[in-house]
């Protein structure tokens, strides 16, 4: 999600404001509520001269989460049984995949409010896939 505003001199402090609302509420709808996904949401900000830049950064499972899978096959490299932990399934599996849960959306529509409180133009919210958190960070 990218938020570009006039001036990014001006509007630095509402922008931090909005990072912080932003990573609230994507934490918040996140679908797992548990694991690597909702904690690896990070914000990034940036200025230029065509104003700031707040992004929804975290790990590419996120990209499943909100795109889903097609069903898939999975095969057990190392290790001599696939397990969740509560369960045995085997050296083999067929995965259904899963649905889309795009939580992003629903956080672009609280966020217009917010960004208007804090004299932001909200018309520039734009919905894009959650970037890909690099190892190095």
């Known amino acids: 999600m990218s938020l570009l505003a006039d001036d990014p001199f001006n ?44 992004e929804l950064w975290g790990s590419i499972i996120g990209q499943y989460l909100i795109g889903g899978t097609r069903a898939h096959s999975i095969d057990v490299v190392n290790a001599s049984v696939l ?14 995949g899963t649905s889309p849960q795009d939580f992003r959306r629903p956080v672009a529509a609280a966020m217009v409010p917010i960004l208007h409180k804090l004299g932001l133009d909200s018309a520039n919210v734009a919905i894009s896939n959650i970037k890909r958190r690099v190892k190095a960070i």
Do not use: M, W, Y
């Open 83 to 96: 397990t969740d932990g509560v369960s045995f399934f085997g050296r083999h599996v067929n995965h259904p």
């Open 11 to 54: 509007t630095a402090a509402a922008a931090q404001e909005a990072s912080k609302a932003l990573l609230q509420l994507s934490q918040e709808n996140c679908p797992v509520s548990t694991g690597g996904t909702r904690d690896s949401l990070e914000i990034r900000t940036g200025a230029s001269s065509g104003g700031v830049s707040v």
